[in-house]
């Protein structure tokens, strides 16, 4: 079996639709998905949108929650967006991310039509995911400031305009700290001013993923911000694989957890459909996993650490974008190879409704682990091993 | 869409084995499972074994670690087992209890064919699982002491017969103190001798189980045991659903963990694929899913909190135990509505490989943790959560 599938695997979903019978498909959907998503009807200006700017556009409507006596429903709809670079990574940096902000002007605008409450874009939007190379410049030309950079300012007026949250990750210089740069994402709220800002937890070192060199870990914490369509989080990128990350936004009351991600095939494909949908059922929370799209080529030879020649591309980003409910149903994903929007409707009180029914979060026994993990952190401290008296080894 | 799948429903590998052709199911298997597991081809005894007694068997090899300079591989055979209860829930305990030992007993043997060193039983697979009744008598006298009762002295002389560890989920009656019960997990050497105990941490309040009625949460900690064969540990049941669990059974050095469970499928089928893979990718250790199987019938009628008229069947256990590598793939699972062993072999370096390659342990913050968790727990702790000034609400 081949280690990993190629960029003409469009998506599990459409080669299973293409090829079972309907009532198997249906079965099939039930025990890979879950019972909670059902289409939503989106606006045929935005499969218009969708169809013209060649993207991919997807609509469901995740399990409404049930009736409450004393509360309203909170339906809002929540997006994502995937997207490849949209120039050479030779071109100038300026024209790199003006490219790509138009290329995403185009999902807003669709997703307006969708009448989306609250979006989030990929990790570092505004740039080929660069990291690969160990190299500086130009690289980290891409940096910005936070709260008035170009690419807020210029996702703030649509923002306002569309009366949408939007959660955009940037590589962020900070003037005020020596101009160090951070993993992070700037929340813009609906009026087109900045909430405030959330860093990367946890950087990787992993193959091609040489962030340390540029970023060091959030200081930030592990913030919620309220905005009018719900409490949201940003777990950015490499924390979707440290559930105590994902567990502290939810300690913080957040009811959406965005997952702004860079990731590639061979690397960690049979592990994203996993750890979002994870955090979504321990944490009584929506949780919404995004990946970029696209192969990117970079104008100089690196080694990825893994014995193999120098090369030039990073490998294939899969997208595959989806959202998880907090009763453990997930939508379907994007496609692995296109641009794309998920537009996904859902009742905000389902989070407390499943936190009553299952009660994680009452059995959760953190006294036990703050306890647990102070202990683990002692340069003495040796692991809990009952060994066994009758061995001779 | 119907809520949950119903129990004609074998399993989603078989169902897609049956509808897919060769080529697209390579990679639909691929997209679903990761590329770790291949057939480990079992002895022929074994499989008349399984054909004989009527249980589903199936093998695996585990993608084998990279050969290293300093360590030998260390192959083990780790396996599940899964079973219905044999007699009417209204037979007398003895007559219960031993129809479970003598089916247990068929695959044990089968398991000693196929060259197992490590098996796991479910949780309470002594008995029915008769918490949804929130009776007493006779339930409790399935209890028994975990040093000396009859399901451990029956698995002790198998385990030294067959060379083999052997982890023996009960419902423990715990004499020296007070004669309360806990959930707890027996683990016999292949020796025979016991090597020590481990409570259920977490208790669900969940429907109809009920258990908090009877036993409290375990006061064991995360213990790890060092057997011939590798170091493991045993997460039982509703321990799954909290990560932070599994999380410091990685801290304590486990290579394998098994979760013996009892779960139904409209509650929980949607979870049950993500939780212990989701471990095994997260702490870089070998998880192992076990579910029972059958439809549990009382004598008398029980409610199970949902409004719905008494009733006296559990609804659908629905098997499906799998195991799941921390390189994050994972084998098919059994059979939903037949017992079953399932085997797989395994190379344990892949543990360390896995952390040195993803780095998860180094990037853990453990510290930041331990202190959130503890100023989580305080009384007048006030959650992180950034307002939106711009907001009239």
């Given at each position: 079996m081949a280690a990993s599938l190629d960029e003409k695997f469009e998506s599990l979903e459409s080669i299973l639709a293409e090829h079972l019978p309907a009532d198997v498909l249906e079965k099939v959907n039930l025990s890979l998905r879950g019972p909670g998503s059902t289409n939503l009807e989106l606006s045929t200006k935005a499969k218009e949108m969708a169809k013209k700017n060649n993207f991919d556009l997807q609509g469901y409507q995740i399990k409404i929650a049930q009736k409450e006596e004393t509360r309203p429903p909170r339906l809002v709809r929540i997006a994502a967006i995937q997207n490849a670079i949209q120039k050479p990574t030779t071109a100038s940096v300026e024209e790199q991310r003006n490219a790509i902000h138009q290329r995403v002007d185009q999902m807003l605008a669709a997703a307006h039509e969708c009448q989306v409450n609250i979006v989030c874009l990929q990790?570092?939007?505004?740039?080929?995911?660069?990291?690969?190379?160990?190299?500086?410049y130009p690289w980290v030309e891409f940096a910005e400031p936070a709260y008035d950079g170009p690419s807020t300012k210029f996702l703030a007026e649509r923002a306002k305009k569309y009366n949408m949250v939007i959660v955009s990750p940037i590589l962020e210089?900070?003037?005020?700290?020596?101009d160090v740069c951070w993993n992070t994402a700037v929340i813009i709220s609906n009026r087109g001013n900045v909430i405030g800002i959330t860093r990367k937890n946890h950087i990787p070192r992993v193959g091609d993923f040489n962030e340390s060199t540029y970023y060091m870990e959030?200081?930030?914490?592990?913030k919620v911000f309220e905005t009018d369509f719900g409490r949201i989080a940003v777990n950015i990128c490499y924390g979707r694989h440290h559930p105590q990350n994902w567990l502290m936004y939810g300690v913080n009351g957040a009811e959406i957890v965005f997952n702004p991600s860079a990731t590639v095939g061979a690397l960690s494909e049979p592990l994203w459909s996993i750890e979002a949908r994870n955090a979504a059922i321990a944490n009584s929370y929506f949780a919404v996993g995004i990946n970029r799209v696209g192969t990117e080529a970079f104008p100089n030879e690196f080694t990825s650490?893994?014995?193999?020649p120098a090369h030039k591309n990073f490998g294939h980003?899969?997208?595959?974008s989806y959202i998880a409910s907090p009763d453990g149903s997930r939508t379907p994903g994007l496609s692995r190879i296109r641009d794309g929007l998920l537009v996904a409707e859902c009742d905000l009180n389902l989070c407390r409704q499943m936190k009553d029914k299952w009660g994680f979060r009452m059995t959760q026994r953190l006294d036990l682990y703050a306890d647990s993990f102070a202990r683990a952190i002692c340069p003495d401290y040796k692991m809990d091993i009952i060994k066994d008296p009758s061995s001779k080894k």
């Open positions: 990790e570092a939007w505004t740039m080929p995911f660069a990291f690969c190379t160990r190299e500086k210089r900070d003037e005020e700290h020596g959030g200081n930030t914490g592990h650490g893994d014995g193999k980003f899969y997208g595959s």
